[in-house]
């Protein structure tokens, strides 16, 4: 991990939300997780579980920026756990946070960028929300559809894309993870101005 000095700058801290293990990977619900592997995978950032943070986390830069990608471990209710524990160490002030995850209230495959905000019922964020007592970071939120009427949400949310929808979610994925990298760059207006608008 990186070494705290007091005089350097805290990295940017981008999280990915999500469960652990297998039974849940490539989910509705893991998306977040998935837009870290990209970011991973295009900026040489090795990801590997740290115990202390119970975090998988990758250190580098991505771009002039110091970063920490970052996937909880705790499971999804518990996300603010494993972000606290961070923020704390590295004394990272919310500016300095992005949030990525699904979005039942969007449609599938949009991307949407805020500031700040509620949590919408989104149970990782009601958690990180709590935690931080704060909602003002910024956020990437990505539509996995509207959970059809005769489905249960937590269900839904646990339930794999079909192959139609996995190649669009797959395409959404890859957008937000360039969104959290034009974050780093051009600021969030910016960002909104690109993302919100695009549907492809």
Do not use: C
Not at 61 to 79: A, D, F, I
Not at 80 to 102: F, H, N, R, W
């Amino acid at each position: 991990m990186f070494r705290k000095k007091e005089s350097s700058p805290p990295p940017r801290l981008i999280i990915g939300l999500g469960n652990p293990g297998e039974a849940y990977a490539r989910t509705r619900h893991n998306v977040g997780f998935d837009a870290i592997d990209v970011l991973s995978e295009k900026n040489g950032i090795k990801l590997k579980m740290n115990r202390r943070f119970r975090a998988i986390i990758g250190e580098g830069r991505m771009g002039t920026e110091m970063v920490l990608l970052v996937k909880p471990q705790t499971y999804m209710n518990l996300s603010g756990e494993s972000v606290l524990s961070l923020v704390k160490y590295y004394k990272i002030p919310p500016t300095q946070i992005v949030v990525m995850y699904d979005d039942v209230a969007l449609p599938l495959g949009a991307i949407r960028v805020r500031e700040r905000g509620s949590a919408g019922g989104q149970k990782g964020m009601v958690n990180i929300i709590a935690r931080l007592g704060t909602n003002e970071f910024t956020r990437i939120r990505m539509g996995v559809g509207e959970k059809p009427e005769h489905w249960n949400l937590a269900d839904y949310v646990l339930s794999s894309f079909t192959k139609n929808e996995r190649e669009t979610m797959d395409a959404a994925i890859i957008r937000a993870a360039d969104a959290a990298s034009m974050l780093l760059t051009e600021g969030t207006l910016a960002t909104m101005n690109i993302f919100n608008q695009r549907t492809s």
